[in-house]
């Protein structure tokens, strides 16, 4: 088992940077990608960025390319998600996972989730 537990939402106006942690906990001697996905009120879970278990490839949704990167730091087990210019629909709980394999944007090819963080971008 691992356990995933965010930090660093909260509320920010327009334009701004926040910086999204996931820290890794357990089995995480276990070759594992990681993801951040976000949910917006209503709306299904939305694929945000990949990172391989070795951080050499990375992968964005369009929405976010240009504006936000993924990293991660195996020695520590965490991972991060830089945001910046941010825009007021990236409002969303964001969630980082962890996956084995599968298709990366596929958020039920995910094993392991965080319990979430709020991100909000005020106008």
């Known amino acids: 088992q691992v356990q995933l537990v965010e930090s660093g939402g909260g509320l920010v106006q327009a334009g701004n940077s926040l910086r999204l942690s996931c820290a890794a906990s357990?089995?995480?001697?276990?070759?594992?990608?990681m993801g951040w996905f976000r949910q917006a009120p209503g709306k299904e879970h939305e694929f945000v960025a990949h990172?391989?278990?070795?951080?050499?490839?990375?992968y964005y949704a369009d929405s976010v390319k240009g504006r936000f990167t993924i990293s991660r730091d195996n020695a520590k087990n965490t991972m991060s998600l830089q945001m910046n210019s941010l825009k007021p629909d990236d409002t969303a709980v964001y969630y980082c996972?962890?996956?084995?394999?599968?298709?990366?944007?596929?958020?039920?090819?995910?094993?392991?989730w965080g319990q979430g963080t709020q991100v909000t971008v005020s106008s």
């Open positions: 996972a962890a996956q084995y394999s599968g298709p990366i944007t596929n958020p039920n090819t995910y094993d392991y």
């Open positions: 357990g089995r995480t001697d276990s070759v594992l990608h």
């Open positions: 990172i391989s278990w070795d951080g050499g490839k990375t």
